[in-house]
């Protein structure tokens, strides 16, 4: 007898099964959370999910009508993203963000409404007048700024930009670091403003190439030069994907001589000169970084 009717009625019982769940997980979660408002969306960013910090951990305004919303903090967590989130919720911390992003995927939870002042800044006047996103990870290791990250965290800053009239640049957009008086040093020089400011300001197109090389792989480096570490390699022949081009070491290839170097994924780089992207050097709406 054939197995195929069987495994079709496993793989239709299996699939039932999973729909079931779904469809439970969905009617029952927001209920079930309801008291705390956990596991709700935020009323101010589609995206979010909205876990609200402790009252103890900001303070209750009326924004823009009591104080004006003019600048975007960013920061980096130094912890997990349950774990900040969390961190909010507890009355010991003294401290919260209006938004964290997870690096995994860029998944976003808002702690703290917009109209509210969380404490992120270390600065009372520059509390009162930002909106302060937490990023998952840690300022001494690169591996947690994600491609996702990036782009789903630019996609709230440049929201946030259009809705309270923060103009898309670097005067209004910082880092911790750079609110005065700072004492932290997040986001730290891992943090790739260069990509951030092009994806805030729109420029957030994914480019295409595929790898051309008279050996059998290409070296992927961990930056934009031939003295990054090498931490991986492709075929020739594979079709990446271009997160973003940056300027690096000169390289000479099958497709010529170019400083520019393409991210194809997380901190990880291979030379324009060895991918054939149908553009000369930089590829129209995909990010510098
Ligand atoms: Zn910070």
């Not at 022949?237 to 991210?263: H, L």
Request: proline content about 6%; some cysteine; hydrophobic content about 35%.
């Amino acid at each position: 007898m054939s197995v195929r009717p069987i495994l079709r009625g496993r793989l239709l019982l299996a699939l039932t099964t999973a729909l079931t769940t779904a469809l439970t997980v969905a009617v029952v979660a927001p209920a079930a959370a309801d008291p705390s408002g956990i596991g709700t969306l935020s009323t101010d960013y589609g995206p979010a999910a909205w876990a609200p910090a402790s009252t103890s951990n900001y303070t209750v305004a009326s924004r823009p009508g009591s104080h004006q919303v003019t600048r975007v903090v960013i920061h980096t967590a130094q912890g997990s993203y349950s774990g900040t989130v969390n961190w909010f919720q507890n009355p010991a911390a003294q401290a919260s963000a209006h938004y964290t992003f997870r690096s995994s995927d860029g998944a976003v939870t808002q702690s703290v409404r917009e109209k509210d002042i969380a404490w992120h800044a270390g600065n009372w006047t520059y509390n009162t007048q930002s909106i302060g996103i937490e990023h998952e990870g840690y300022v001494d290791n690169a591996a947690w700024l994600t491609d996702a990250m990036y782009r789903a965290s630019a996609a709230l800053t440049r929201n946030l930009a259009n809705r309270y009239g923060i103009p898309k640049t670097r005067a209004h957009i910082i880092g911790h670091n750079e609110v005065p008086g700072a004492t932290h040093t997040d986001p730290g020089p891992n943090w790739n403003w260069t990509y951030y400011m092009q994806l805030v300001n729109g420029i957030t197109g994914v480019g295409s190439g595929t790898v051309s090389t008279s050996a059998s792989t290409l070296n992927v480096r961990s930056g934009p030069g031939a003295s990054y570490p090498v931490v991986g390699s492709v075929p020739d022949g594979a079709t990446v994907a271009i997160y973003c081009q940056a300027v690096g070491s000169t390289v000479t290839g099958p497709y010529g001589t170019t400083s520019v170097w393409n991210r194809i994924g997380t901190n990880r780089y291979v030379s324009d000169a060895y991918l054939l992207t149908g553009h000369d050097g930089y590829i129209p709406n995909v990010p510098r970084c």
